[in-house]
C-alpha cells in the first residue's frame, strides 16, 4: 500500500504538470478531502481544486527532490519555479490516504530567496 501511495502522488503530480489540468486530481481525491496550510484555511475539495486551477500550471517547473512514504502518509520535498520569476518556492507536501484516495494533503510553502533568513528564527534580537 505505502508504494502504491508514493506512486499515485508521484503520476499524479506529473499528469497535473504536464496537461495542467487540475481536473485530473479529482478521481484521486475523497469527497470528504481536507487541505491544510498554515497561512490559510482548512479547505474542502472544491476550494482546492479550485486555488489548483488558479495556478500557472502550464509554466511551472517541478524538481521533486524526496519522496518519503510510510503507512497511509506521503510526504514530498519539492522545488517549484516559473521560468524568468525569481527564485521560485520550496514546498513540502504531506498527502494521508483512506481506501486508495487522497483523504487530507497539508503543505508548507516557503519563497526559495527566504530560506537562509528563515534559518536563524529562533535567535533573539540580542545575540
Avoid: C
Amino acid at each position: 500500500m505505502t508504494t502504491d501511495n508514493k506512486t499515485l502522488i508521484q503520476r499524479a503530480l506529473a499528469e497535473l504538470i504536464s496537461t495542467g489540468d487540475a481536473d485530473t486530481l479529482v478521481p484521486l481525491l475523497k469527497d470528504d478531502f481536507v487541505y491544510h496550510r498554515p497561512d490559510a484555511t482548512t479547505r474542502t475539495k472544491a476550494e482546492w481544486l479550485a486555488l489548483v486551477r488558479e495556478g500557472p500550471l502550464d509554466e511551472m517547473k517541478v524538481e521533486i527532490d524526496h519522496v518519503l512514504a510510510e503507512g497511509d502518509h506521503v510526504v514530498m520535498h519539492s522545488r517549484r519555479r516559473i521560468p524568468g520569476a525569481g527564485p521560485g518556492v520550496e514546498v513540502v507536501d504531506i498527502w494521508r490516504f483512506d481506501d486508495g484516495r487522497i483523504a487530507e494533503a497539508w503543505e508548507i510553502v516557503e519563497p526559495a530567496a527566504e530560506t537562509a533568513a528563515h534559518q536563524v528564527w529562533w535567535e533573539s534580537d540580542g545575540r
